[in-house]
């Protein structure tokens, strides 16, 4: 069982709409939690980071993190067609070595 | 402020050879780490260096090594290429290495053929 599962899709939605992504894991030392995005033939950029549970915003994303469930979300509002990319989660112990989830493949349509 | 940068952009070598990746780190991140990415695949992690010394090793064979110089900057070297070392190669830096956030280079690409 691998430590981080993601769908990795592909996930196609028409521009403005809510975009859901999910990511379940099995380690409970997990405490710091990320997501980011990545487009084609580039570095993952950073788009939310945080610690244990609760939620956390910035402008259209939030994320979501419920360590009871082992269970992290990002929730992408008013999507638009810059945001067609592969969304990546990863999180790690404290130690800095990041644990990734295989992605999932995103586009939005105009 | 410039970012993470790597070179080369691509490489394309053949089984049996040798490879080495460079990676400088964003100005004040002392700490680099390496992330091979296998098309399809999320990153996964190789190395961790901080202050020149290696902290932390994945699940990796020993034909891959790394180093980290006094100016921060970083080589990740493999020997005895396979076809399954074909992959995205991520340099990623951070301040100290440790619960604090990594900023990614743009990536090797690497055909091993």
């Known amino acids: 069982q691998k430590e981080v599962e993601q769908d990795p899709g592909p996930l196609s939605v028409p521009e403005g709409a809510i975009v859901s992504l999910n990511c379940t894991y099995s380690?409970?030392?997990?405490?710091?939690f990320m997501w980011y995005r990545q487009y084609s033939r580039k570095g993952p950029e950073l788009l939310m980071y945080t610690y244990s549970s609760g939620n956390k915003e910035d402008g259209r994303f939030t994320a979501q993190v419920d360590k009871s469930s082992k269970y992290i979300s990002l929730f992408i509002r008013d999507s638009q067609p810059s945001d067609s990319a592969t969304y990546l989660c990863a999180m790690e112990t404290g130690a800095n070595n990041l644990f990734f989830g295989t992605g999932t493949r995103l586009t939005v349509i105009p | 402020d410039a970012g993470v940068t790597q070179s080369p952009t691509h490489l394309i070598k053949t089984r049996g050879q040798q490879v080495t990746l460079r990676c400088s780190p964003i100005?004040?991140?002392?700490?680099v780490s390496w992330y091979q990415q296998v098309l399809g695949q999320g990153p996964q992690f190789i190395f961790q260096?901080?202050?020149?010394?290696?902290?932390r090793r994945g699940n990796f064979p020993d034909r891959f090594s790394a180093r980290q110089f006094p100016n921060y900057s970083s080589e990740l070297n493999v020997n005895a290429l396979l076809l399954g070392d074909s992959a995205l190669y991520l340099c990623?830096?951070?301040?100290?290495?440790?619960?604090?956030?990594?900023?990614f280079g743009p990536g090797t690409r690497l055909t091993v053929l």
């Open positions: 380690n409970s030392a997990f405490q710091y």
């Open positions: 990623a830096s951070s301040w100290r290495g440790v619960t604090d956030t990594q900023y």
């Open positions: 260096y901080y202050e020149k010394e290696e902290r």
């Open positions: 100005s004040g991140h002392k700490s």
